[in-house]
């Protein structure tokens, strides 16, 4: 089993390392050439620090641990938003969370937190019916959080540098460039969640360890990518007097995981799941 615990350290590190020194800088490089928003930019580190979940999800339906999948994302979930705090808290920017569109993201936040844990509370049957439900929540999701942005957060604390078109040339190439490290890395983090799903396996069939130690363990693992990226994101902007630019980043860095890990990612595990079953 040592050996086994060994590999899991090992697999599911890597796979952390090469999204937050890797992946998620890539994407960030790649939302800046391209001159995006915080909010943007925010949502572009949401989908990379998403991707470890992803990968750990997929797994373990492949090999039929659903419920490693349900407390993998209530966790990953859960302990995202601590970061989050212990990250606003940290770089002191409390004062930025009285503004209203932050405080409607952070209240989606938390349902994404109590649907899964009603979902596992109620012991309820999931069944291929949630899928259309998640995809249709995380639409709303996005459609609230753009309402809410445009009506308070009008001006994001930024504004968008003219780049000179010698500029946006040289630009495009290092798009290419950030676009094909992206590819590479996501077969490397390919094999290596082939690699972990086999020893989840093994945990599971071998040595009996319950798949909710499994599921929050992987949670508290694939969380690290976040609270990397919430806080550069607010150290990128700290320098900028009363601008809401970091905040506005961490938080739909925060949001966009957590409805990506629910509704998308968790819905990818139950159709896995419902096919091989």
């Given at each position: 089993m040592l050996l086994e615990f060994f590999k899991f350290i090992i697999y599911s590190g890597s796979i952390v390392l090469i999204s937050k020194y890797i992946l998620a800088k890539t994407l960030r490089k790649l939302a800046e050439n391209m001159n995006s928003k915080p909010k943007t930019i925010g949502n572009i580190a949401g989908i990379a620090t998403s991707i470890p979940e992803f990968l750990t999800v997929t797994i373990s339906s492949l090999k039929e641990l659903f419920s490693v999948t349900m407390y993998n994302v209530l966790s990953s979930n859960v302990i995202n938003f601590i970061q989050y705090i212990f990250a606003i808290i940290l770089n002191k920017n409390t004062n930025m969370i009285k503004n209203k569109a932050i405080q409607i993201d952070i209240l989606l936040v938390i349902i994404t937190i109590l649907i899964p844990l009603l979902i596992i509370i109620l012991r309820m049957k999931v069944k291929i019916v949630l899928i259309p439900i998640f995809l249709i929540l995380y639409l709303l999701f996005i459609i609230i959080n753009n309402i809410s942005h445009k009506k308070y957060l009008a001006m994001e604390g930024i504004q968008l540098e003219n780049i000179s078109d010698k500029e946006k040339e040289k630009n495009k190439k290092k798009i290419i460039v950030y676009i094909i490290i992206i590819l590479i890395v996501g077969i490397f983090l390919y094999i290596l969640g082939e690699e972990l799903g086999k020893v989840l396996e093994d945990f599971a069939n071998k040595y009996n360890i319950p798949e909710v130690i499994i599921g929050i363990l992987l949670g508290v693992v694939t969380s690290i990518p976040e609270l990397i990226t919430f806080l550069e994101s607010q150290r990128h902007h700290k320098n900028k007097l009363n601008d809401?630019?970091?905040?506005?980043?961490?938080?739909?860095?925060?949001?966009?995981?957590?409805?990506?890990?629910l509704f998308i990612i968790q819905s990818i595990g139950i159709l896995v799941y419902m096919l091989i079953i």
């Open positions: 809401t630019s970091g905040v506005v980043e961490a938080t739909n860095n925060l949001l966009s995981s957590n409805i990506l890990n």
